[in-house]
DNA sequence: GCCAACGTTGGC
DNA sequence: GCCAACGTTGGC
């Protein structure tokens, strides 16, 4: 299947680029997702080497961070086993688990954020998902919305 | 911190 | 199966 882009958003409170940068080969457990859409997307769609746009949510402004990539493909996350974890799910069996985890890697960290205000003003991205609809946390970017971010985020 | 948008839950 | 209540996300 050809390389395919996403879009992960995620909480710098929480989970941030400089988190990223510190873990162990650059590589996290994207975890904690509790949305459906989102959770198929990780469980059906993202495959190993597929493209990642980091992007920090809840920000000021919000903005895409940095460049990653899919290294391990959907999983059960074991968070929503794990009792003591804010995700924990009691609802959701190991035989049958409810939520899904990838592992991303960081690649390249963006010379500058490309921000939300940005993207949503810039030609050939007013139908990223991003724009389009909020509040998903896992999403599909086209290959041509890819490189225009990418290119948006490379030093002038 | 507020609150709009959106998804899920559950009473009927 | 409808829809009001409720919870979560995430921009501001």
């Known amino acids: 299947m050809a390389r395919r882009y996403w879009l992960l ?3 710098p409170d929480t989970f941030g680029l400089p988190h990223l940068r510190r873990s162990k080969n ?3 457990c994207w975890d ?3 949305n459906y859409q989102a959770r198929n997307l990780l469980r059906d769609q993202l495959q190993v080497g597929d493209g990642v ?3 920090h949510s809840r920000a ?3 903005a895409v961070v940095a460049r990653a990539k899919v290294v391990r493909a959907g999983y059960p996350d074991p968070e929503q ?3 003591s974890s804010e995700y924990f799910d009691a609802q959701s069996e190991r035989g049958a688990p409810r939520w899904f985890a990838v592992d991303i890697q960081l690649e390249r960290e963006l010379d500058r954020p490309v921000t939300l205000p940005q993207i949503r003003e810039t030609a050939g991205l007013e139908e990223m ?3 389009k609809r ?3 946390s896992v999403q599909p970017v086209t290959p041509t919305e890819w490189k225009i971010v990418l290119a948006l985020g490379k030093r002038r």
């Open 9 to 11: 958003k995620s909480d």
């Open 26 to 28: 650059r590589t996290t």
């Open 32 to 34: 904690g997702v509790r």
């Open 53 to 55: 746009l980091f992007y």
């Open 60 to 62: 000021a402004p919000p």
């Open 81 to 83: 086993f794990r009792p």
């Open 129 to 131: 998902v991003l724009v």
């Open 134 to 136: 909020g509040r998903l």
